[in-house]
């Protein structure tokens, strides 16, 4: 794995130099279609999260560790947040179906609309069977105007995620075809796109009953603390390919060195003792994207900050959080970045004072 990533580093690097570019880093950039914020305000963020959420996302998971009756979490501790189990789908694979069904129909007209299409013309394929490809996600059918969401539902809370967030990506390219300028949907950001998914996850959050029964509220807990934890890892995967990219000539054992600090400054919780891979900086392996899609993960961060907003924003007025989604739905990608997010009423995760705000709020309701 190492060697293969080294060789992709040093073909991208080729590439780029070919064209005129430094190093990859600005090619990269202009292949996710960045076009109206810069790697310094990317690297500004990141120091925010670094001075102001990493201790706050500590404070959370010290609090998980009580809650696990656990003296001190290990790294195989990650992604367990109740000692008698994480809370898992009540229902088959067809009831939760049948749940989201329900969930879409009352949430709002348009939302039932966009269900009721999605069942009657076959367009979900997530039921498990032999031999069926593995992953997750949505796609577009451009002739048809409609989206269509493969996954593999295997009984944990990942079947409900499917209903929610590739739905939410679903629901967003369904309501752009609307738009009889139909066009510019093809040119949506990741950074914007995934808001409509990640938002969409805590907009059906009033209805996890009808999936969890009685354990709903532990769901809610713990979407609310995965999500939370996710920002300094999102963060770490970003600054790990910035300095891989700008110094392509890095070996395989200074990339793990470089990965083992990020680790100690994002995620200082995380003890990798028992784990000689792990210990020695291999984690980031695991990490699809930073193979295939390089620097396309800042834009989970910067859309899990935005949702973060909608959480607030629902919290206080639950309406008119729903009529700003309609209409960042709506614009799709007919405007820049920041202005898309301006003119739904949202804050600009690159803006001074966001994420003490978003701490402050969110640490108000993880109490």
């Known amino acids: 794995m190492d060697e293969i990533y080294d060789s992709l580093v040093k073909n991208r690097t080729a590439q780029a130099r070919a064209l005129g570019f430094d190093n990859y880093i600005e090619m990269g950039y202009c292949r996710m279609n960045r076009n109206s914020y810069s790697r310094e305000q990317v690297e500004a963020l990141r120091a925010q999260i670094k001075s102001v959420y990493v201790p706050f996302a500590e404070r959370m998971h010290e609090k998980r560790r009580e809650r696990l009756g656990l003296d001190h979490l290990y790294y195989y501790d990650e992604g367990v947040y109740f000692s008698q189990g994480d809370p898992a789908p009540t229902g088959t694979p067809q009831e939760i179906l049948a749940a989201g069904e329900r969930m879409y129909g009352e949430l709002s007209r348009e939302t039932k609309e966009f ?11 997530v039921l498990g069977r032999k031999n069926k490809k593995a992953g997750g996600y949505m796609e577009e059918l ?3 105007r409609v989206p269509f969401i493969f996954a593999n539902f295997n009984g944990t809370s990942g079947d409900v995620d499917v209903i929610t967030h590739e739905c939410g990506h679903a629901f967003q390219y369904y309501m752009a075809c609307q738009d009889p300028v139909t066009d510019h949907y093809r040119y949506l950001g990741m950074e914007t796109a995934e808001i409509h998914s990640m938002s969409m996850e805590f907009f059906t959050e009033p209805w996890m009953e009808e999936f969890f029964g009685q354990r709903a509220d532990d769901y809610r807990r713990m ?3 995965d ?5 300094p890892y999102g963060c770490m995967v970003d600054e790990f390919q910035h300095i891989v990219y700008e110094k392509p000539e890095m070996t395989p054992a200074q990339r793990r060195e470089a990965w083992s600090r990020l680790e100690r400054e994002y995620r200082p919780h995380m003890d990798p003792t028992g784990s000689q891979f792990m210990a020695q900086g291999g984690f980031w392996q695991k990490q699809l994207h930073i193979f295939e899609c390089p620097f396309y993960y800042i834009d989970y961060v910067l859309a899990q900050l935005c949702a973060f907003q909608y959480k607030i924003m629902m919290d206080q007025d639950y309406k008119g959080a729903w009529e700003s989604y309609l209409k960042l739905c709506r614009l799709s990608a007919s405007d820049f970045y920041p202005n898309l997010l301006r003119s739904a009423g949202l804050q600009v995760p690159f803006e001074e004072g966001c994420i003490e705000r978003l701490v402050r709020e969110l640490e108000e309701r993880l109490d």
């Open 142 to 144: 451009p002739d048809y």
């Open 115 to 125: 269900f009721d299409m999605m069942q009657e013309n076959e367009l979900f394929d």
């Open 223 to 225: 979407h609310l603390e």
């Open 227 to 231: 999500a939370i934890a996710f920002v």
